[in-house]
């Protein structure tokens, strides 16, 4: 069983940075493609950005494209988005996610394919 716990949100302004954290338990964390997703007071989770199991190869939503960067530390069993230039419509509840695809690179961008999930690190930017 992987647990995840986050840290790292805040209160910033916009135009801002934030280094988030996510720390896994358990075993073979180096095998499996991570994610972060976010989710806004009122409105659907969404995907934000993910990396694949070996740190190769990293996709984001349109909207983080140059401000983001995913990044993975094996080592550490600990994966970290640094969010740069922020903007007011970042602010959300940030959740990691963990894939359940033994060493997949395809359908990574998919809520679905993630079955372990942390408890969620606030960000608020305010204007």
């Known amino acids: 069983q992987v647990q995840l716990v986050e840290s790292g949100g805040g209160l910033v302004q916009a135009g801002g940075s934030l280094r988030l954290s996510c720390a896994a338990s358990g075993r073979t964390f180096s095998d499996y493609a991570m994610a972060w997703f976010r989710q806004a007071p009122g409105k659907e989770r969404e995907f934000v950005a993910t990396v694949t199991w070996d740190g190769t190869i990293t996709q984001y939503k349109n909207s983080v494209k140059g401000r983001f960067t995913i990044s993975r530390d094996n080592a550490k069993n600990t994966v970290y988005l640094q969010m740069n230039s922020l903007k007011p419509e970042d602010t959300a509840v940030y959740h990691c996610?963990?894939?359940?695809?033994?060493?997949?690179?395809?359908?990574?961008?998919?809520?679905?394919?993630?079955?372990?999930w942390g408890q969620g690190t606030q960000v608020t930017v305010s204007s």
């Open positions: 996610a963990r894939s359940g695809d033994y060493r997949s690179w395809w359908g990574i961008t998919l809520q679905s394919k993630y079955n372990s």
